[in-house]
C-alpha cells in the first residue's frame, strides 16, 4: 500500500457560493474537501477483486458499487450509471415517449446524481473498471466527491493511462494492491443503517414495467390545491381500481401504499418529477397546479409522508444545485417538462382521474315574473 498525500489547498470551494449552478468540473486549487481516494491496483484483472467490490456494495449503510457502462464514452452516461447504482433508473423510449432532454444533457445528469447522493447519504462509492474511464470521466468523479463527501474507491483492472496517471498524481490518494489490503478496505459494515431514508428508497420494484401490472387512479384533481393536509376524495369508478388517498399518519406498509412508493423510488430518475409523482399520487393536483404552490398565501407544499421524504429532499438539492437554494416552490417545473412527469406518471401505473366537472345550479324561488312583481311593490 502506498500513501501519496498532497499539499492542504486554501482556496475557497466554487461550490459554497450561494446561487450558482453547481458544474460537475474538477479544479485542484479551488477546491478543499475532497476526501482520500483509493485506488485499487488488479494488473492481471483477478475475479476475486469484482466480488469484493460488488459485496461491499449496501445501500442501506451509504455504500454503492458502480459498474460503468463499456464503450459508452463520455458525458452524461458514466452519471446515468450511478444513478442506476441508487435502484433509479431512466424511462424506456419508444415512439411516442422519447427519453426526457435532461438525459442527454451532462451537467444536468451529474447534478441529478449529486443531489441523490446528499439526500440519501451516499458516504462510499466503489467505480469498477476505472481504468477505462477517461480523464474527463475521473474528474467529474473528483467533482462530485468534493461535493457530497463520497470518498471514491477506484477499482483499476488494468494500467493507468498517462493523462489519467498524471491527474492522479495531483490529489491526495492511496493505493491498495494486495489481496488483503483490499479487503480489508471493502470489509462491508455492520449494525443498523446509518441513513434514517431506509427503507423508504430500497424499494425494489420490476423495471420496465410488466404488462400485466396493476394500473391505480390517482385521487380526482381538486379545483384549486388550497388544503395543506391530506384530504380523501371520492373513489372514482371504473375497472381500474382507485388508489387510497393516504393520511400524513397513515401506515406506509399498507399494500396499494407500498406499490405505489416501490414504484415511484425505482423507476423516476428525476428528483423533482419523482417529488411531484409522489404530490399527485397523494392529492390528486395536476403539475399546473403544484407549479402554483406558493404564490398565495397559506397555499403551500402540503406535509409529505416518510416515504415521500427523500424525494422532496433531493428535489431541494437539486434546486440548490441548480443556483436556485431560495426557490419557494422546488416542485415547480416549466411547461415543457410536464409531459415528462405525464412519463412518469405512466411508468408507475398511475392514471390521472378527470377533475370534477359537476357545479351546483344556484337555487332560485319562484318565477321570474313573481320576482319582477316583487321588486316593483318595493319600489312602490
Not at 156 to 164: D, K, S
Not at 265 to 277: D, E, G, K, L, S
Not at 326 to 339: F, I, M, Y
Request: hydrophobic fraction near 35%; charged fraction near 15%; aromatic fraction near 6%.
Amino acid at each position: 500500500m502506498t500513501l501519496t498525500p498532497t499539499a492542504p489547498q486554501t482556496a475557497e470551494p466554487d461550490d459554497a457560493k450561494r446561487g450558482e449552478k453547481w458544474c460537475p468540473t474538477w479544479q485542484p486549487h479551488h477546491h478543499t474537501a475532497l476526501p482520500l481516494v483509493t485506488v485499487v491496483v488488479t494488473p492481471h484483472d483477478e475475479p476475486h477483486y469484482m466480488r469484493l467490490a460488488f459485496a461491499a456494495s449496501t445501500p442501506p449503510h451509504g455504500r454503492i458499487t458502480v459498474h460503468p457502462t463499456p464503450l459508452a464514452g463520455t458525458g452524461a452516461y458514466l452519471a446515468h450509471d450511478l444513478i442506476r447504482a441508487l435502484g433509479k433508473h431512466l424511462p424506456v423510449p419508444d415512439e411516442a415517449h422519447p427519453l426526457p432532454a435532461w438525459t442527454n444533457n451532462s451537467d444536468r445528469s451529474w447534478r441529478i446524481a449529486a443531489s441523490w447522493f446528499i439526500a440519501l447519504g451516499i458516504t462510499h462509492t466503489t467505480v469498477c473498471r476505472a481504468h477505462r474511464l477517461s480523464k474527463p470521466q475521473w474528474e467529474h468523479l473528483l467533482a462530485l466527491s468534493a461535493l457530497t463527501g463520497t470518498r471514491l474507491t477506484l477499482l483499476c483492472n488494468g494500467p493507468l493511462p498517462r493523462p489519467t496517471a498524471a491527474l492522479l498524481d495531483t490529489i491526495p490518494h492511496r493505493v491498495l494492491d494486495t489481496t488483503r489490503a483490499a479487503t480489508t478496505h471493502w470489509n462491508p459494515p455492520s449494525g443498523p443503517p446509518e441513513s434514517d431514508n431506509h427503507p423508504w428508497w430500497q424499494h425494489t420494484t420490476a423495471f420496465p414495467p410488466r404488462d400485466a401490472e396493476l394500473w391505480f387512479r390517482l385521487p380526482p384533481q381538486p379545483r384549486e390545491p388550497l388544503t395543506l393536509t391530506f384530504i380523501p376524495g371520492s373513489e372514482p369508478t371504473g375497472i381500474t381500481p382507485p388508489l387510497p388517498v393516504p393520511g400524513p399518519h397513515q401506515d406506509p406498509c399498507h399494500p396499494h401504499t407500498a406499490q405505489i412508493a416501490a414504484r415511484i423510488h425505482t423507476r423516476v430518475a428525476h428528483p423533482v418529477h419523482a417529488a411531484c409523482v409522489a404530490l399527485r399520487a397523494l392529492t390528486g393536483y395536476s403539475s399546473q397546479q403544484i407549479k402554483s404552490l406558493h404564490e398565495r398565501s397559506g397555499n403551500g407544499l402540503a406535509e409529505m409522508p416518510a416515504w415521500a421524504q427523500p424525494l422532496l429532499n433531493a428535489a431541494r438539492h437539486l434546486t440548490h444545485l441548480q443556483g436556485h437554494p431560495d426557490a419557494p416552490n422546488v416542485l415547480s417545473t416549466p411547461s415543457w417538462e410536464h409531459p415528462e412527469i405525464e412519463q412518469a406518471l405512466r411508468a408507475c401505473r398511475l392514471l390521472a382521474t378527470p377533475p370534477d366537472r359537476h357545479r351546483t345550479a344556484p337555487v332560485t324561488t319562484g318565477t321570474r315574473r313573481a320576482n319582477r312583481s316583487m321588486l316593483r311593490a318595493r319600489v312602490l
